[in-house]
């Protein structure tokens, strides 16, 4: 069996491995990595820390186990194509037979994907997050805890939810988006990158 490690060293990566010990897999994870450029030896939730110049990936899959959409596509293009990320659902997550989820991506406990939803790679469901049916998750997608998501909604890739945001049915999120804490959408959200807050959500002025 091979084994696991995380790219990640941070307050979202102990989270990952409290999931993995969840699914039974903690004792399979040999290491913790972050960029060279950062990296200093160290122990983090009883895991050496290593460069990640030193991550095999003949030998071991890797979790993008960063909360940021941008820094994990960022990741996953210095890494070997070769490298393979396993798909990490929570066992007290409830993902209809009828949705897919992709490689590499994370489903956090009490989280409901509900039915013929398509989620991404490398995307993040934090903790207790909602998916209504028919709606599409582009890759690296992140919310963070409580996001209420209704049917048929398109997120576009590397967009990203605060906690206790919610979205209306039938709503599109262009790519890169941050929408607010607590912001509620009730229609598209058309600016890429753009920063959304409020009740109703709005585009929030530059600076
Ligand atoms: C929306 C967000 C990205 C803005 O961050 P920012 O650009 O650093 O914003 P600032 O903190 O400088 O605040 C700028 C203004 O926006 C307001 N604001 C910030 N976040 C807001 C929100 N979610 N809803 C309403 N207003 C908000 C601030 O009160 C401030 O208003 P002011 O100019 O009248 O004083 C951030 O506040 C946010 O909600 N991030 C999501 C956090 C989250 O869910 N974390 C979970 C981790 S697991």
């Known amino acids: 069996m091979r084994k696991l490690a995380l790219y990640g060293c941070g307050g979202f990566a102990r989270e990952v491995l409290m999931l993995l010990e969840d699914m039974g897999l903690g004792d399979r994870v040999a290491a913790l990595y972050e960029s060279d450029d950062i990296w200093t030896?160290?122990?983090v939730a009883g895991i050496a820390t290593q460069p990640i110049s030193r991550f095999d990936p003949a030998t071991t899959e890797l979790v993008l186990a960063v909360g940021t959409p941008q820094a994990r596509r960022k990741m996953r293009s210095s890494l070997p194509?070769?490298?393979?990320?396993?798909?990490?659902?929570?066992?007290?997550?409830?993902?209809?037979?009828?949705?897919?989820?992709?490689?590499?991506?994370?489903?956090?406990?009490?989280?409901?994907?509900?039915?013929?939803?398509?989620?991404?790679?490398?995307?993040?469901?934090?903790?207790?997050?909602i998916?209504?049916?028919?709606?599409?998750?582009?890759?690296?997608?992140?919310?963070?805890?409580?996001?209420?998501i209704s049917?048929?909604?398109?997120?576009?890739?590397?967009?990203?939810?605060?906690?206790?945001?919610?979205?209306?049915e039938k709503v599109s999120v262009a790519a890169d988006v941050i929408v607010g804490m607590g912001a509620v959408v009730v229609g598209d959200l058309a600016e890429a990158g753009g920063v959304y807050i409020g009740n109703p959500a709005r585009l929030k002025p530059i600076g």
């Open 151 to 168: 049917g048929n909604c398109l997120l576009g890739a590397g967009s990203y939810f605060g906690t206790n945001s919610c979205l209306r």
């Open 41 to 43: 030896e160290r122990v």
């Open 131 to 148: 998916v209504g049916h028919d709606s599409r998750l582009g890759d690296f997608v992140t919310t963070a805890p409580s996001v209420n």
């Open 81 to 129: 194509k070769q490298t393979r990320y396993p798909t990490l659902v929570h066992p007290d997550a409830r993902i209809h037979r009828s949705s897919s989820v992709g490689e590499g991506s994370i489903v956090c406990a009490g989280s409901i994907v509900t039915c013929d939803v398509i989620i991404g790679q490398q995307v993040n469901l934090n903790l207790a997050t």
